[in-house]
């Protein structure tokens, strides 16, 4: 670690006289422990409540930033996705029923067709939802690499220092979501197992400023032996979020009618449907975006001592 915002990558190269590809020893025991909180969270390795707690007093400390990106962002995916639903889903028109009293060669060849109907859609909304997130993600990864060093920063600078790493945060996105996609396939396990490997990749990426390839091997890296501590605080983070998720937008679905994906949704409905979304989003994504980024810290920490290096960047500040 050279570099003076010390996130940069541990060098294999400078391990000790073994080599062999270990991180360098730093140094253990109290004197570790004693550390500050020159940010939103203490500078050792942290428990899970602490995790919780840094993301959403990085939500707090930097509302402006956070919540304004994320609802800038979130309204420009509202707006694409009634669209989408408008013109390439058909959700004004009433769902496409299969006839029961068919026989069953008929049935399955109705099914097809409707699922060959559904696709191009779908995906669409798939590569818009992806490409709202991971610019959302990867912004969010700067402020929270700011907020644990205590720093202040703005929309514009969380911007100049995401923009040059953009283009390579999607394409790993697209690896990650092909990857885990393809696993999937032949169980769900194997896809949830290399989900929680690679899951550490974007702020990998963004933080230590490399390559994609690098970013995936980090990720393998600070996740194995760990699997499923990160696994546990993955599943805690998404619980939380699916809860407030569903209370944000409990208001929002009492204005639709609950029949009207059967009977088709008008064009209010839909634009309330995606409204609720959007508020919702607003607030999901970034503490999302912030577990997973404090999440990737507390296993530097852990593995690699960043608390050391942090505490210097910090002072240095």
């Known amino acids: 670690m050279t570099d003076s915002t010390g996130w940069s990558a541990p060098d294999p190269d400078s391990a000790g006289s073994g080599g062999g590809g270990q ?10 422990h004693r550390a500050g909180k020159p940010g939103v969270i203490p500078l050792r390795p942290l428990a ?3 995790i919780l707690d840094g993301a959403i007093t990085t939500m707090r400390r930097h509302a402006a930033v956070v919540f304004g990106s994320s609802a800038v962002v979130a309204l420009v995916g509202a707006v694409l996705f009634f669209a989408a639903d408008l013109w390439l889903l058909g959700a004004t028109e009433p769902a496409p029923v299969i006839d029961e009293t068919a026989p069953p060669e008929q049935q399955l060849d109705q099914m097809m067709t409707v699922l060959g109907e559904s696709v191009p859609g779908f995906l669409v909304v798939a590569l818009l939802t992806m490409l709202t997130q991971t610019f959302l993600s990867g912004l969010l990864t700067v402020v929270v690499g700011k907020a644990v060093l205590g ?27 092909l990857a885990v996609s393809v696993a999937s396939l032949f169980f769900v396990l194997p896809g949830v197992w290399l989900y929680v490997l690679l899951s550490l990749a974007t702020p990998a990426l963004v933080l230590e400023r490399g ?40 208001p929002f679905s009492f204005l ?3 029949d009207a994906v059967l009977r088709g949704m008008t064009t209010g409905e839909l634009l309330i449907t995606e409204l609720g979304s959007a508020v ?11 577990v997973t980024a404090l999440l990737y810290i507390d296993q530097r920490m852990r593995r690699e001592g960043l608390d050391i290096e942090l505490s210097r960047a910090a002072g240095g500040a």
Do not use: M
């Open 256 to 258: 639709v009618d609950t």
């Open 23 to 32: 991180y360098p020893r730093y140094p253990q025991g109290p004197d570790r």
């Open 151 to 177: 720093s202040p920063i703005t929309v514009a600078q969380a911007w100049e220092e995401l923009r040059p790493r953009l283009l390579p945060l999607f394409g790993l996105t697209v690896l990650v979501t």
């Open 48 to 50: 899970l409540g602490e």
């Open 280 to 290: 919702a989003q607003t607030i999901t994504v970034p503490f999302a975006s912030a």
């Open 211 to 250: 390559r994609v390839g690098q970013a995936l091997g980090r990720s393998r890296d600070l996740v194995r032996g760990s699997w499923w501590r990160v696994f546990g605080v993955l599943a805690v983070a998404l619980l939380v979020t699916l809860i407030i998720g569903s209370i944000i937008q409990v």
